[in-house]
Every structure is written in structure tokens, then in C-alpha cells.
């Protein structure tokens, strides 16, 4: 049985064949570096595949090389693996075996070419940094993919127009016949687009309800770089009130949305806004965001900027 570089250090090794193809390989060390060294060199020497097991009841693979199965047992002095045409004969090789009682596993790396770097990051400052940068790495990514799908280029032939123009065009949507609304926002080049899609407040049989949903896009030109700049909030709250007490919930979301609709009706006393109850017996909303961007999409990039997503 050809063992390259595997019993170098081994003190005594003992081999055995069958005539059913079975072998067994017991090499004995002076200690358990020389072990994992020898199971290492086992590994390459064989080209060792399709491995599983633990450190503890050894490992089953297939040699690459040979085209059969082996099992293998490390142990604080010993190396024993035994070979089969098939997994199953390499484990019936195992289970024949007279091992001693005292065996004591020793840890054997599943990939020993990978064991000096498993101790480079055991210690917990090494883990940690090593945590942050890959974290920071798929923010980085996340955020360039996130600005690449949500980048819209101008409209190609079509002349450039400057920020004071493209806000104009903008605010030009409230004239139209639009479910939302733009307005100018707090610092300079900022609009702000509001879709209220749901406003009111009912009353059943016990409760009175109020459902309350909102899409704000919030817009910034950029003028150096003809990009507006353009990112989602959403916010839900809801309440209702009754003899057996009330409830409230409310959520927001900021960043980029790239699909949502929705639609609802409600039953019940319909109230207004001054909480007298009205004819309607029922209420209904609905939201869809492709409505409501691509007018926005469509003015800025026929005005020669960029529409781009933007998380922050």
C-alpha cells in the first residue's frame, strides 16, 4: 500500500488487505501534531472527496484516485483508516476492527489545507474584525446594487435642462389629474411628493377604526452631476377604540421600494373629517407605485438628468 509522505514520522505502522479489495491502516505517533500531519498528507495523497464525519467518530471519503470509500479515525497517538470498494464495505471494514477502549479522538480539520487559517482567526479580535469588514464589504455591494437597478439614465438625443427648470416641470404634475401631490421640501433643490391612499375612520357595530397610509418620495437634484436623487418612505398607522379598550399600530419604512400595491375597502359608518358620519356605508383605497413614479421618471429623464435610488 503506497503511503507518500503519511507513516514519515509514524514510530509503527501495521497494513492489512482482504480478498475482498478491504484494507486497514493502523500507524501509531509519538504525538498529535505528527498525527494531524500524517492525515493531512493522507488527504493530498489521495485526493480525498465527498468527506463527512466529525472529530470525534472519524470521517468517511471518497479517494479520488483509487475510486473506493475510506474511513478514518484520528486519535491523540494513532491514525487508522480502512478502505472498502463501497461506503458500506469500508464501514463493515471498520466495525471488524478490534479497536482498543481507551481510543481518544483527536480534532481533524475537514480541510487540512485550510488549518493554518482556521488559527489565524480563533482569536475573538480577529472574528470580529473580520465580521465588520464583511459587513461593511456586502453593505458597499448592496448599496451599488440597489443604485444600479434603481437607476434610470436620461432619455438618449435629449437636450440637458437646468435644476431651477426640472422643478418647475415637476410642480407642473399638480395641475394634472394625479392622486398625489409635489411641494417644495426645506433646503434648496428638495421637493417632496405625498400620496395620502388612505384616510378614514369608520364605525362598526362595537369600535370605531381609523386607518391612515402614506407614500412619500423624497426628490434631490443635483445639479454638478444632473442626478435627482430619490428615496421612499412609507408609513402605515392604525387605531380603533371600543368597550373592551383600543389598539394602535404604526410602521414606517425608509429606503428603496421598487413594487407595492394595494387596495382595501372598509365597512361601516363612515365619518368625516369632522367625525360626523356621512351617507357611505363602506370605504375604499388602493395605491400603486408605478403610477405614481413614472410620471416623476418620465419628467426627469425627459429633461436630460438620471433618476437613481437612493437608500440614504
Avoid at 505517533?29 to 493522507?42: L, P
Avoid at 362598526?204 to 435627482?228: C, P, Y
Avoid at 392604525?238 to 400595491?261: C, K, L, P
Wanted: glycine share 6%; net charge neutral; with cysteine.
Amino acid at each position: 500500500m503506497p503511503t507518500p509522505g503519511i507513516l514519515d514520522q509514524a514510530v509503527r505502522s501495521q497494513a492489512a488487505v482482504t480478498v475482498d479489495g478491504q484494507t486497514a491502516l493502523l500507524a501509531e505517533f509519538a504525538s498529535e501534531a505528527h498525527v494531524r500531519s500524517a492525515a493531512a498528507a493522507y488527504h493530498r495523497a489521495f485526493g480525498l472527496n465527498q468527506t463527512s464525519g466529525d472529530e470525534v467518530n472519524g470521517w468517511r471519503a471518497k479517494r479520488e484516485l483509487q475510486q473506493d470509500f475510506i474511513e478514518m479515525l484520528a486519535t491523540d497517538r494513532d491514525l487508522i483508516v480502512w478502505s472498502g470498494l463501497t461506503a458500506a464495505s469500508a464501514a463493515q471494514c471498520r466495525a471488524a476492527s478490534n479497536l482498543p477502549t481507551e481510543v481518544v479522538p483527536v480534532r481533524l480539520p475537514l480541510i487540512p489545507e485550510l488549518e493554518p487559517l482556521s488559527k489565524f482567526f480563533e482569536p475573538l479580535s480577529i472574528k470580529l474584525t473580520g465580521m465588520v469588514l464583511l459587513l461593511g464589504v456586502y453593505a458597499a455591494w448592496f448599496i451599488r446594487g440597489v443604485r444600479s437597478a434603481g437607476s434610470v439614465k436620461p432619455a438618449p438625443g435629449v437636450s440637458e435642462v437646468n435644476s431651477q427648470e426640472l422643478l418647475t416641470r415637476l410642480c407642473a404634475i399638480n395641475h394634472l389629474d394625479v392622486p398625489f401631490a409635489v411641494k417644495h421640501g426645506s433646503i434648496p433643490n428638495e421637493l417632496i411628493v405625498d400620496w395620502r391612499h388612505a384616510d378614514a375612520k369608520w364605525a362598526d357595530i362595537a369600535r370605531l377604526h381609523s386607518a391612515r397610509r402614506t407614500f412619500r418620495i423624497r426628490l434631490l437634484l443635483d445639479e454638478d452631476a444632473s442626478v435627482v436623487h430619490a428615496t421612499d418612505y412609507t408609513a402605515e398607522c392604525d387605531w380603533s377604540t371600543g368597550v373592551q379598550g383600543a389598539n394602535f399600530s404604526w410602521r414606517s419604512q425608509r429606503g428603496v421600494i421598487f413594487y407595492q400595491r394595494d387596495a382595501h375597502r372598509v365597512f361601516g359608518i363612515q365619518l368625516n373629517a369632522n367625525g360626523k358620519p356621512n351617507l357611505d356605508v363602506s370605504h375604499s383605497w388602493k395605491f400603486n407605485l408605478d403610477e405614481m413614479k413614472a410620471p416623476l421618471i418620465g419628467i426627469v429623464t425627459g429633461a436630460g438628468w438620471e433618476w437613481r435610488a437612493s437608500i440614504f
